[in-house]
């Protein structure tokens, strides 16, 4: 289990929430669009409707992580790595960056923006200031603060 509630994920992972512009979708759906470290993330919105306003916003990005891609960097490899962060789809992500934060099943990574990425099996272990590179499944979901 990843989360025992929506407040409780975002209560725990707020010192690693993204900022960004928040553009709320037309009633009715579920997608947060939010643009932060340069690009336009579309989420699944986990904090019930009406509560995003469109404008400034603390969110908590969160992606469940394709194992398939996703690895611990060589200490070779992380030299020079820049962090990368690229939409894949409508709703997923790819990249690299250095993890934050390194727990059993989740890693809180900064590739241009804090990420809280997680599964539901045991990750390799890393420490923190290690680096990594991940490719989500979709969707990313939003923890609005």
């Given at each position: 289990m990843?989360?025992?509630?929506?407040?409780e994920?975002a209560s725990?992972y707020?010192?690693?929430?993204a900022?960004?512009?928040l553009?709320?979708?037309?009633?009715?759906?579920p997608l947060?669009e939010?643009?932060?470290?340069?690009?336009?993330?579309?989420?699944f919105?986990?904090?019930g409707?009406y509560v995003?306003r469109?404008?400034?916003?603390?969110?908590?990005?969160h992606?469940?992580?394709?194992?398939?891609g996703t690895?611990?960097?060589?200490?070779?490899?992380?030299r020079?790595?820049?962090?990368?962060?690229?939409v894949?789809?409508i709703s997923?992500?790819e990249?690299?960056?250095e993890v934050?934060?390194?727990a059993?099943?989740?890693w809180?990574v900064?590739?241009?923006?804090?990420l809280?990425?997680a599964?539901?099996?045991?990750l390799?272990?890393?420490q923190?200031?290690?680096?990594?590179?991940?490719?989500?499944?979709?969707?990313?979901?939003?923890f609005?603060?």
């Amino acid at each position: 289990m990843l989360e025992s509630s929506e407040t409780e994920f975002a209560s725990r992972y707020a010192a690693f929430a993204a900022e960004g512009e928040l553009y709320p979708q037309p009633e009715g759906s579920p997608l947060l669009e939010f643009a932060t470290g340069g690009r336009v993330l579309y989420l699944f919105d986990r904090t019930g409707p009406y509560v995003a306003r469109p404008g400034f916003a603390r969110v908590v990005v969160h992606g469940v992580l394709d194992l398939a891609g996703t690895r611990r960097l060589t200490p070779g490899e992380e030299r020079g790595t820049p962090e990368t962060l690229t939409v894949v789809g409508i709703s997923g992500v790819e990249g690299t960056g250095e993890v934050l934060h390194a727990a059993r099943q989740v890693w809180v990574v900064r590739a241009r923006v804090p990420l809280v990425l997680a599964a539901f099996e045991p990750l390799p272990p890393v420490q923190v200031g290690e680096w990594v590179a991940f490719r989500t499944l979709p969707p990313l979901h939003g923890f609005l603060l």
